[in-house]
């Protein structure tokens, strides 16, 4: 970055020195050349400074979470594991505690081997789990789903905070999913209210979230819940979620959803097909 930045300073520098307006006339179709060329190195290393930016911003304010390699095999390791949902390739997501992207991965060969739709919703879940969690109340995105249904408590929640487009779904494809993915030190927004993120905690305390998605929601939530256990961020410190029938697992999933569509405790999720046994999840820490 600094090698960029001070080749962009000279060029700077010499397309806005006075000799070049005072190169004679006979010269001027090879100034004109020159000068056409001097533009485009400066637009080109604009655009590297521009790409370079994000890259270092997240640097800085994600240390200590995990990056992109640690992320992706914390991935591929719960995936092989969980044998709920549909068996499919996963995407995942890590927003520090101010909700800027510091990785995003996926588990196939490539990243048209899962829902190019999930890349997304991964951060969307990461961004919300980080967002409604506290150091004292860990919110999983599974347990929101009943709370904003018409008529509860937390009704148009999912309407808040929404996905930044900009960020979302800047180019270049190619690096989706990769360590210089678009939305790295990026702030993605978006709220969403079935199972797949859980915020990350160290000693008690939010550090940010991770989210995945691509499977049914449910096997995401059992997936993300085996991230976070892989990341070793899950110290939540004691109980402390809407969970009260699983002290050891405060944020986990839960399914108490009546005929009725309605919860018995505000904060139920709807099971799914080929729906997981959620109590043989890893507890906290």
Known sequence: MKNILLAYCSLMAFASAPALAEVPSVFDAGTAARAADINENIRSLSEAIANAAPSMAATSSCRGLPDHSTLKT??????????SGLDFEMWATIV???GVVCAV???????????????VISAQKANTANAFSLDGLALSTANLFSAVQPNQSLFGL?????????????????????????MVGQKIGGVNVFGGGLALYEAGSVVGSVGVSGDTSCADHMIGWRVRYNLALDALG??????DGDPQRPDNIIYDINDD???ANGFGHPTCLNTGDQSVLPPVN
Request: glycine share 12%.
């Open 74 to 83: 914390a991935l591929e390791a719960a995936v092989l594991a969980e044998t």
């Open 96 to 98: 520090n505690r101010d």
């Open 105 to 119: 991965a996926f588990s196939g060969d490539d990243r048209g081997a899962q829902w190019p739709g999930s890349r």
């Open 158 to 182: 999912q309407e808040s905070n929404p996905v930044d487009v900009r960020v979302a779904y800047k180019g270049p494809s190619s690096n989706y999913g990769q360590a210089n993915d678009p």
């Open 238 to 243: 004691g109980p402390k979620g809407v969970n």
């Open 261 to 263: 569509g309605v919860s």
